[in-house]
């Protein structure tokens, strides 16, 4: 293993998501597919590509459209780059036939005809343009600029203004802050399924404080404001309208101030589909709309006393009207159709993917190390096997399986009576090959992932512990997947550590139970399964040394490792501390108070999940690490618990990171952070050099 060239690669391959095909659009008939890749493993441009048939090919790169950069033209440009993490065609949008696409490149707007020997076209717009989105029929995009929406008609080009508003507070078009970071929902227009009428959000940013980011490095520099809303303050004001584009608009109505989220929306051949959340998240009114009156009518009720779940894809309904959703019951989350569960206990939904006919597609797993691709179509039917997250889209008689496992990733497209085609992937070869043993922990099965050196000899030395949870609820780390966490929990085993990675109570696909056993209190419970993990690989490998454990976490795992240390110092010895949100009432409406209620109404609940509050505990070494350019966890969170930290006589390591959001992308920054964390945690623990990995 190159563990020396290790922390470099991982830097330029973007922790090895470059080269990898993704955002896959099938045409109705299955036989061709659109998808998004680079063209190399360094490689971060991406580029539009087309499958059609068995051949591969290049339908736009980006250079030959003119100068390529990450400098945005807009906002949301910026955070949409910031997401994505890569430069070139990040997203694409197309008619239902899969004809034409469209597409926003640094601002511009450009469609290209599904077909190789096609030429781009550049639109004339009235501004840098966000979100392009074609119509079903193919003739014409709605996009967003400077907070207005417009129509480009590809007949002649003429471009109409459909919302507008002389505020600057107020936007058209596009998703507000906690519905793209917490509720899943990233865009504000939709087409009707003919291609006549649009919905569109109307969001108010008036009542929502600010957030001023700056660039302590560029003082020069002017700070970024953000509306930023934080728990317990106002959210922006945001109604739904329709339009026709001859000139009416339609304010589509429900009780706003019972139901202030805008969770979901969808306009299928029944029509628009909506889905309002309360303030306190414990009721969601699926609603239908009639886009030429604005009535809306109460479709379903879903309630729950923690919160009810917003699972993607659902609601949905049939060619016949059914209602696809879902039910939470005892430990299960079911896929329900027309009320009725359609899958058994045990069976964990996690992602409704399409719905054609009376045929859902989705994603579940009964294996929370797993994650399987099902179709329920009058019968239930498992679409992938063997152990992995699988994935995948269906079209006619085309699979597109996509399947992620220990031994890699695979894009298989399947077709009736042919051989499977594998899209190419450019993903570059980690220089480290992680060697994992799956565990259960405890009465409660916590599964857990062990890495050991390769160079590891049972019974030659005692192994210091790096435990390096995630723990939240957005994400499941130990799953039998080839991921950039086993990577790098392989190059600090091979440092000279046992790396132990545990999925604790609150993370997700074991079913609402266990999800919400971390209501109003996010960090006791997950604590304790971090212990129950580790003492459990003990068990199972006696050379992991107890007196030397370390813990490093990002973000939500950051603030699980800053709390182990301050309240476990027995069992945990040091910690590092990324992004973490150190003080719960910094942090946005939806996430926080879906776990912790209003700060107003449990004000204890708050102060008993902020570190800040037990910072005078400290008696372990800590390093905390922050971008100052995070928008998402806030600098502030670090800066406070560091003075807190200090104020109480508490030694501790602050390292800014300059320029950096809460994904840290420059080169340098990634590759510098390895290693200072690497030798910050072997100073710690007193970890010497001399092992055969040294």
């Not at 202030?260 to 303030?279: C, K, M, N």
Request: aromatic share 8%.
């Amino acid at each position: 293993m190159d563990t020396n060239g290790f922390p470099t690669q991982s830097a330029r391959t973007r922790r090895f998501t470059l080269g990898v095909p993704r955002a896959f659009t099938l045409s109705p008939d299955g036989q061709r597919v659109l998808f998004l890749r680079t063209r190399g493993p360094e490689d971060p441009s991406t580029c539009l590509w087309l499958l059609d048939g068995t051949e591969e090919q290049l339908l736009v790169a980006p250079e030959s459209l003119g100068p390529d950069g990450l400098i945005p033209a807009a906002e949301a440009v910026r955070r949409e780059r910031a997401r994505e993490g890569a430069a070139g065609i990040v997203a694409f949008s197309t008619d239902t036939a899969l004809r034409t696409v469209a597409f926003a490149l640094n601002g511009d707007l450009w469609t290209v005809a599904v077909d190789p020997a096609a030429q781009p076209r550049k639109w004339a717009t009235a501004g840098p343009v966000v979100d392009p989105r074609l119509d079903p029929s193919g003739a014409r995009i709605a996009y967003v600029t400077d907070g207005s929406l417009r129509v480009i008609n590809l007949a002649d080009g003429n471009d109409q203004l459909v919302a507008s508003d002389d505020d600057p507070e107020v936007s058209w078009g596009l998703a507000e802050h906690v519905a793209a970071e917490s509720m899943g929902r990233t865009r504000g227009h939709w087409w009707s399924p003919d291609g006549t009428h649009l919905l569109a959000t109307r969001v108010d940013q008036t009542p929502v404080q600010r957030w001023w980011i700056s660039d302590p490095a560029n003082p020069a520099k002017p700070p970024l404001e953000i509306p930023y809303p934080v728990a317990g303050t106002a959210n922006a004001l945001v109604s739904l309208h329709a339009f026709d584009l001859a000139g009416s608009a339609t304010q589509l109505q429900w009780d706003s101030t019972a139901y202030e989220y805008l969770a979901d929306v969808t306009w299928d051949s029944h029509g628009p589909l909506l889905t309002v959340q309360s303030r306190d998240q414990q009721t969601v009114h699926v609603l239908t709309a009639d886009p030429t009156t604005g009535q809306t009518e109460l479709l379903h009720e879903q309630r729950d006393p923690a919160w009810v779940e917003l699972v993607p894809g659902t609601p949905a309904r049939t060619a016949a009207g059914k209602l696809v959703y879902f039910e939470d019951a005892g430990e299960t989350r079911h896929l329900t159709i027309d009320g009725q569960r359609v899958t058994p206990d045990g069976l964990q939904l996690r992602y409704v993917i399409d719905v054609s006919g009376e045929s859902v597609l989705f994603l579940a797993n009964d294996e929370p190390t797993e994650c399987h691709l099902w179709l329920y179509d009058q019968d239930l039917q498992q679409l992938s096997d063997g152990p992995g997250s699988h994935d995948g889209l269906r079209a006619g008689s085309t699979l597109l399986l996509t399947s992620n496992t220990e031994a890699g990733r695979t894009f298989a497209v399947r077709r009736d009576g042919r051989p499977d085609h594998l899209i190419t992937s450019h993903r570059a070869t980690p220089a480290v090959a992680p060697r994992i043993t799956w565990l259960r922990a405890g009465d409660l099965e916590i599964r857990t992932a062990l890495l050991l050196p390769s160079w590891y000899q049972p019974g030659a030395a005692k192994l210091p512990v790096l435990m390096a949870p995630y723990g939240g609820s957005a994400m499941s780390l130990v799953m039998r997947v080839s991921a950039p966490w086993f990577y790098k929990a392989q190059w600090f085993a091979e440092a000279g550590f046992a790396v132990v990675i545990a999925d604790g109570r609150g993370t997700p696909g074991r079913g609402p139970a266990w999800d919400k056993a971390i209501h109003h209190d996010t960090m006791s419970a997950p604590l304790e399964d971090q212990v129950t993990a580790l003492h459990a690989a003990a068990e199972y490998c006696p050379d992991l040394d107890l007196s030397r454990v370390g813990i490093t976490g990002w973000s939500y795992g950051g603030m699980l490792a800053t709390t182990a240390v301050l309240r476990r110092p027995d069992v945990f010895h040091a910690a590092v501390s990324g992004a973490a949100p150190s003080e719960q009432r910094l942090y946005d409406t939806h996430w926080r108070e879906r776990f912790l209620g209003h700060p107003d109404e449990y004000p204890e609940d708050y102060d008993r999940c902020s570190t800040i509050n037990e910072a005078a505990k400290l008696e372990r070494p800590l390093l905390l690490v922050h971008g100052l350019a995070d928008d998402n966890v806030t600098a502030a969170h670090t800066l406070r618990l560091s003075a807190a930290l200090l104020a109480a006589g508490r030694p501790h390591q602050v390292l800014p990171l300059s320029n950096a959001t809460h994904a840290v992308r420059d080169e340098a920054a990634i590759v510098g952070l390895l290693h200072h964390e690497l030798n910050f945690l072997k100073t710690a623990l007193l970890v010497g050099g001399e092992h055969p990995g040294a």
